[in-house]
T-cell receptor
Framework: DAKTTQPTSMDCAEGRAANLPCNHS???????VYWYRQIHSQGPQYIIH???NNETNEMASLIITEDRKSSTLILPHATLRDTAVYYC?????????????FGAGTQVVVTP | GAVVSQHPSWVICKSGTSVKIECRSL??????MFWYRQFPKQSLMLMAT?????????EQGVEKDKFLINHASLTLSTLTVTSAHPEDSSFYIC???????????FGPGTRLLVL
């Protein structure tokens, strides 16, 4: 099961793009990259996921490198409400599909 | 869409009592639901996987007789903390997996305080 590595914390200025990196060098071919975030004292919120291609939705963009060993979550215009812990998670293999294993994540603080 | 609710949002109980937490998928059917626990300043830890109509699968180190899970319908799973003790005080979060899509959607969590 692939594990992920994320920076412990990041600061971002309000209105600017926030680029959150994630390394998953041992990812296997059938594993997806999921991003969730958790605002203090709330349940995690799904952001986006992808397999090989870059993905974009109303919340964020996900850029996955060609070798799939790393990815970047992009919040295009960070707001104060984007302050949260962001988790990059790689979906486990088919035998235990759906058992998301949360790491420590990246604490993102958006400042005015 | 894909909304998951939990009830209650917080509960305070005396040591030795049992507490039931409900997790509902409001606008979709979930064949699989998951229960997590989160202690302060720590990440989420998976406790068990709940499949509709079958027994839950517990993670290593989680006592199945203490944390009873029932998944009686495609929209409801319950977690009962039996004979709760202060060390069971935590933030309990459920998630539901959307059928045909691996994405999990999380509930808002239930904060349990055992006195």
């Amino acid at each position: 099961d692939a594990k992920t590595t994320q920076p412990t914390s990041m600061d971002c200025a309000e209105g600017r793009a926030a680029n959150l990196p994630c390394n998953h060098s041992t990812i296997s071919g059938n594993e997806y990259v999921y991003w969730y975030r958790q605002i203090h004292s709330q349940g995690p919120q799904y952001i986006i996921h992808g397999l090989k291609n870059n993905e974009t939705n109303e919340m964020a963009s996900l850029i996955i490198t060609e070798d799939r060993k790393s990815s970047t979550l992009i919040l295009p215009h960070a707001t104060l409400r984007d302050t949260a812990v962001y988790y990059c998670i790689v979906d486990l293999n088919a035998d235990s599909w759906g058992k998301l294993q949360f790491g420590a994540g990246t604490q993102v603080v958006v400042t005015p | 869409g894909a909304v998951v609710s939990q009830h209650p949002s917080w509960v305070i109980c005396k040591s030795g009592t049992s507490v039931k937490i409900e997790c509902r998928s409001l606008d979709f059917q979930a064949t699989t639901m998951f229960w997590y626990r989160q202690f302060p300043k720590q990440s989420l830890m998976l406790m068990a996987t709940s499949n509709e109509g079958s027994k839950a699968t517990y993670e290593q180190g989680v006592e199945k007789d203490k944390f009873l899970i029932n998944h009686a319908s495609l929209t409801l799973s319950t977690l009962t903390v039996t004979s709760a003790h202060p060390e069971d005080s935590s933030f309990y979060i459920c998630s539901a997996k959307l059928a045909g899509d691996g994405t999990q959607y999380f509930g808002p969590g239930t904060r349990l305080l055992v006195l």
